[in-house]
Nanobody
Framework: QVQLVESGGGLVQAGGSLKLSCTASGRTFSGYAMGWFRQAPGKEREIAAA????????AYADSVKGRFTISRDNAKNTVYLQMNSLKPEDTAVYICAARKYESGWLSPDYDYWGQGTQVTVSS
């Protein structure tokens, strides 16, 4: 089993910051990719940021590049998403996900999903 539990969502003003955490249980993630997806009302789920666990290589959607940072802590089995300079258009449910293999890591085909945490950015 792999269980992903997110925390850190909330309501912030535009320009503010928020840090999301995703703690995994069940196994370690060597060879995995971890991603932060987001889904806004009326929009398809998109990948905001992803990290290849073993190599620490990261990738970001153009919409968040330069503002968001994904990182991981091996000892804690935790992946983070630091979100700065938040905009109202960042409002979405943010979902942590894990993919068994690093290949295709920027696709939406992940294997395990958290419950999501709401991020709301007010103007």
């Amino acid at each position: 089993q792999v269980q992903l539990v997110e925390s850190g969502g909330g309501l912030v003003q535009a320009g503010g910051s928020l840090k999301l955490s995703c703690t995994a249980s069940g196994r370690t993630f060597s060879g995995y990719a971890m991603g932060w997806f987001r889904q806004a009302p009326g929009k398809e789920r998109e990948i905001a940021a992803a990290i290849r666990w073993s190599s620490d290589i990261t990738a970001y959607a153009d919409s968040v590049k330069g503002r968001f940072t994904i990182s991981r802590d091996n000892a804690k089995n935790t992946v983070y998403l630091q979100m700065n300079s938040l905009k109202p258009e960042d409002t979405a449910v943010y979902i942590c996900a894990a993919r068994k293999y690093e290949s295709g890591w920027l696709s939406p085909d992940y294997d395990y999903w958290g419950q999501g945490t709401q991020v709301t950015v007010s103007s």
